[in-house]
């Protein structure tokens, strides 16, 4: 089976500071992996995804990833954090066969972004 | 656009008792998905299905069942709520892609006493 680790709990930057949260996946297959994100009290909503192609993988509000197979890694970075990037973010790889689409979640991290 | 509507938001039982989740979406979506998030254990499948009719066991079934009469709709019912099914559940849609987006409804907060 797939699985997710995200390193990290709870992660607190400066606004204007780099922002990296961390994810390390595990699959017998090529993997396809996705970041989502949750702002309080709100549901999940699509960051970024990796399917196949290009490794570096820009996103929404200014996030990227990158899937690095050796490292078997797909890290969320932010060049500079925004009072707004307050939220929860959770990794994910989609597993299943052929068409199917369910999603194994990380346990998500909790980004606190100060003054 | 309404996209994927959970009803209710918020819900408080009694041990015992019995309720249905209701999710609605009108993106005309083939997959439905319904999640539990509990604080450090992220989200975890329930059920889903992969169209009118059908209905498959997630990673955490025991004590849901569910119900796709109608294509828009998916149905999560606790027959007997416990304490331990005190959490928050999202319903989620998606196309017929492995790689597709999943989008989510806002979420019902139960909690079970």
């Known amino acids: 089976a797939q699985s997710v680790t995200q390193l990290g709990s709870h992660v607190s930057v400066s606004e204007g500071a780099l922002v990296l949260l961390r994810c390390n996946y595990s699959s017998s297959v090529p993997p396809y992996l996705f970041w989502y994100v949750q702002y309080p009290n709100q549901g999940l909503q699509l960051l970024l995804k990796y399917t196949t192609g290009a490794t570096l993988v820009k996103g929404i509000n200014g996030f990227e990833a990158e899937f690095k197979k050796s490292e078997t890694s797909f890290h969320l970075t932010k060049p500079s954090a925004h009072m707004s990037d307050a939220a929860e973010y959770f990794c994910?790889?989609?597993?299943?066969?052929?068409?199917?689409?369910?999603?194994?979640f990380g346990t998500g991290t909790r980004l606190q972004v100060t003054l | 656009n309404a996209g994927v509507t959970q009803t209710p938001k918020f819900r408080v039982l009694k041990t015992g008792q019995s309720m249905t989740l209701l999710c609605a979406q009108d993106?005309?979506?083939?997959?439905m998905y319904w999640y539990r998030q509990d604080p450090g254990m992220g989200l975890r499948l329930i059920h889903y299905s992969v169209g009118e009719g059908t209905t498959a066991k997630g990673e955490v079934p025991d004590g849901y069942n569910v119900s796709r009469l109608k294509k828009q709709n998916f149905l999560l019912g606790l027959e007997s709520a416990a304490p331990s099914q005190t959490s928050v559940y999202f319903c989620?849609?998606?196309?017929?892609?492995?790689?597709?987006?999943?989008?989510f409804g806002q979420g019902t907060r139960l909690t079970v006493v």
């Open positions: 993106m005309n979506h083939e997959y």
């Open positions: 994910a790889v989609s597993e299943g066969a052929g068409t199917a689409s369910k999603l194994t």
């Open positions: 989620a849609s998606s196309i017929i892609d492995r790689v597709a987006e999943a989008f």
